[in-house]
């Protein structure tokens, strides 16, 4: 929480993010703009010092405790991520987030209750700090890894600053959102990156054959054009879930070159039905009030309720848009709040009162 000033004015609360490369310097712009003192902290001397003529920063952070901090990201590639959440933990008394796209390697830390796992789905052809935006986040997905040792309040409180950022938060198991994100991310940028090795490789022999890429090629080779250097680290801490997923890929060519080779029409056209009908009914952000319904839920007031009942959601595929927790003055028994899409509400009170809990859902045009 902000504290009051001797003036009489409310100071502004305190981030430190570790890591301002692309992802930690739009966290600390995105910070900022929403009334954070932003501290940075990079190996890279020269990072640090763009980032803070650049305004992304406020200030570089000074070695040692950190008292006055209430939320550490760390945005370091993903090998670095677990040595300096530990740090955080230890140099600061707030709390401890993360931007890294694989979370079981993350475990042992997550065991403290002040750490939060947290990977927003966005990124950007640019590099480093140059390409850092406030609203890189605005309209993404931003995922949060809670698990039964979390405190509820940390997590609420992490995932109302990211909201903040625009960001829509999913809340998924750490091993759940690892074995996800190689099907939508891992594995696409390896595929994407293989088929533009093979457009490369026949622009040796047809040197024109780049100069014919149309649209549906470049969308797809895009993201082959984001910095190489994250994606070692990224498939050696996710190398199981990723050689299971590229298994399958592989096996699903297979399937589409037998077909061509067969010339089977029929076939060929049941795949690419349903890859269109898949496509299409990707998710679009919601923004009509009527389209959101309120899930209140008693619940015992100890960590790990929060998460057991974002895990819930997340195995019921229900997304969550916003969460409140009312802790109650008297007794161990809290209300958490929880606003859905209207039409995923009966689903998530079926699975709650399934699971022992005590919803009550109604459309959000009745709070109050």
């Known amino acids: 929480m902000a504290a009051d000033t001797a003036a009489g004015q409310v100071e502004s609360p305190r981030a430190l993010v570790v890591g301002v490369g692309l992802i930690g310097g739009s966290i600390a712009l995105a910070l900022r703009r929403a009334g954070w003192f932003v501290l940075g902290r990079d190996r890279s001397e020269t990072s640090l010092a763009q980032a803070l003529s650049a305004g992304v920063i406020d ?15 760390v945005a370091t590639p993903v090998g670095a991520i677990a040595g300096e959440v530990r740090r955080a933990l230890v140099d600061t008394d707030g709390l401890v987030t993360d931007a890294g796209s694989v979370k079981s390697g993350l475990l042992a830390e997550m065991a403290d209750p002040r750490f939060i796992g947290g990977h927003p789905m966005a990124g950007s052809e640019l590099e480093g700090i140059s390409g850092a935006r406030s609203d890189l986040f605005e309209g993404r997905t931003w995922v949060l ?18 909201s903040s950022f625009g960001a829509d938060t999913v809340f998924l198991p750490p091993e759940a959102h690892d074995a996800m994100v190689a099907v939508v991310s891992h594995v696409p940028h390896l595929t994407a990156a293989s088929l533009m090795g093979l457009a490369a490789s026949a622009s040796d022999e047809h040197r024109g054959l780049l100069r014919l890429a149309a649209g549906g090629f470049r969308d797809m080779t895009r993201i082959a054009a984001g910095s190489p250097t994250i994606w070692p680290d990224i498939c050696v801490e996710n190398a199981e879930a990723i050689v299971t997923q590229l298994d399958a890929l592989i096996a699903s060519l297979s399937t589409v070159r037998t077909v061509v080779q067969q010339g ?12 269109r009908a898949a496509r299409t009914a990707l998710p679009a952000r919601f923004t009509r009030t009527e389209e959101l319904a309120e899930v209140r839920v008693p619940i015992v007031d100890e960590k790990g309720a929060l998460a057991r009942i974002t895990t819930l959601a997340a195995e019921l595929d229900v997304s969550i848009v916003d969460i409140e927790i009312a802790h109650s003055l008297e007794g161990a028994e809290g209300v958490l709040i929880l606003v859905v899409e209207a039409h995923n509400g009966a689903r998530l009170t079926a699975g709650l009162q399934a699971s022992g809990h005590r919803p009550i859902l109604r459309p959000l045009d009745d709070r109050g």
Not at 64 to 71: I, M, N, S, Y
Not at 145 to 162: E, G, H, I, K, Q
Not at 266 to 274: G, V
């Open 145 to 162: 890894t809670p698990v039964a040792t979390s405190d509820d309040d940390a997590l609420a409180r992490v995932r109302s600053v990211v």
């Open 59 to 73: 200030a570089v952070a000074p070695d040692g405790r950190l008292a006055d901090v209430e939320l550490t990201f």
């Open 264 to 275: 089977d029409r029929d076939a060929l056209l049941a795949i690419l039905e349903r890859a």
